[in-house]
């Protein structure tokens, strides 16, 4: 049984975390409550409000809520496909002494992610401009003809346009996570399988990738959360959902219904949809990831 002065460090800490906990409570779990019960309210012109699953009923027919999913689905799965490679390379690179003068190069790989995605769109806008973007002048001068690609009025092109930004914002900042996972691998192992007589590519896949999965799990789980929560990186890109809606998003979408049309209720059912779309993604990336990226053998 415990002493009573072995109960004073609980009780201190527990003093210590009220103010996080109070203000968690107030300000995160009652509007998660709260929002619950909106989501179930169904209201009529004359004021009245009556509990019913009409908003539920309804989201599972939206087609515009369909088609937001089926674009941040799109670009979910494009940019991890195209976010994990090339942080692995990077990563691969800075950790092999390759890269001459890191800490400049880890400087220049964190800059994009603390301009945020308002500037990046503003600026990737000015760039990828149709007539006066630096993108196609510089193809008009290299190509020797005027080119004129609609990046950003075409929606064949908007999802590429949107992974542009988004690879350019996060690359930089997953590669030094990975490249410091990396550097907790003891040199020993690629010592042994050198020995054994294991080329690169074998010392990364057997000791490399399997050492780096709980680090490339993590990279998976907030891509997948961060793609689901985008809005400000096409909203000011396009300056909306983009041509045939075709960079609409999820948050998008429910920013449009709860506050440019004021329909807080299915609002809220809208926001429980996706919570359900990124709960299921994130299960069947953690059940894929397990059977990937496993323990292997050494070399």
């Known amino acids: 049984m415990r002493s009573s002065s072995s109960?004073?460090?609980?009780?201190?800490?527990?003093?210590?975390?009220?103010p996080f906990l109070l203000a968690f409570a107030i300000f995160v779990i009652l509007p998660l409550i709260g929002s619950v019960g909106l989501s179930f309210r169904r209201e009529f012109a004359s004021g009245e409000s009556v509990f019913s699953l009409a908003n539920y009923r309804f989201l599972f027919r939206d087609r515009l809520f369909w088609l937001a999913t089926l674009n941040t689905t799109?670009?979910?799965?494009?940019?991890l496909v195209l976010e994990i490679p090339l942080c692995l390379a990077i990563a691969a690179g800075l950790r092999s002494g390759y890269a001459r003068g890191r800490g400049i190069v880890r400087f220049a790989l964190l800059c994009p992610y603390f301009i945020g995605p308002v500037y990046a769109s503003v600026?990737?806008?000015?760039?990828?401009?149709?007539?006066?973007?630096?993108?196609?002048r510089f193809l008009s001068l290299l190509l020797g003809h005027e080119v004129q690609i609609p990046f950003l009025?075409?929606?064949?092109?908007?999802?590429?346009?949107?992974?542009?930004?988004?690879?350019?914002?996060?690359?930089g900042f997953g590669s030094l996570y990975l490249a410091a996972a990396m550097q907790g691998i003891p040199g020993a192992l690629y010592d042994a399988a050198r020995v054994d007589g294991a080329g690169p590519w074998a010392c990364f896949w057997h000791i490399t990738?399997?050492?780096?999965?709980?680090?490339?799990?993590?990279?998976?789980?907030?891509g997948t959360i961060q793609s689901f929560q985008l809005f400000?990186?096409?909203?000011?890109?396009?300056?909306?959902?983009?041509?045939?809606?075709?960079?609409?998003?999820?948050?998008?979408?429910l920013y449009g219904v709860g506050f440019e049309a004021g329909n807080f209720p299915y609002a809220s059912a809208v926001g429980w949809g996706i919570v359900l779309v990124v709960g299921i993604l994130l299960i069947m990336q953690y059940i894929l990831l397990?059977?990937?990226l496993r323990e292997r053998p050494g070399p």
Not at 155 to 165: G, I, K, N, Q, Y
């Open 209 to 222: 990738l399997p050492s780096v999965r709980p680090m490339l799990a993590f990279l998976m789980f907030i």
């Open 7 to 18: 109960r004073v460090p609980s009780r201190t800490s527990f003093l210590m975390l009220s």
């Open 153 to 171: 009025t075409d929606p064949r092109l908007s999802l590429a346009s949107m992974l542009l930004v988004a690879l350019w914002l996060s690359v």
């Open 290 to 292: 397990r059977q990937v």
């Open 232 to 253: 400000e990186l096409p909203y000011v890109l396009f300056g909306g959902p983009g041509p045939s809606s075709a960079g609409m998003t999820v948050v998008m979408y």
């Open 123 to 136: 600026l990737f806008a000015a760039m990828l401009d149709t007539r006066y973007g630096l993108v196609n």
């Open 74 to 79: 799109a670009f979910t799965v494009l940019f």
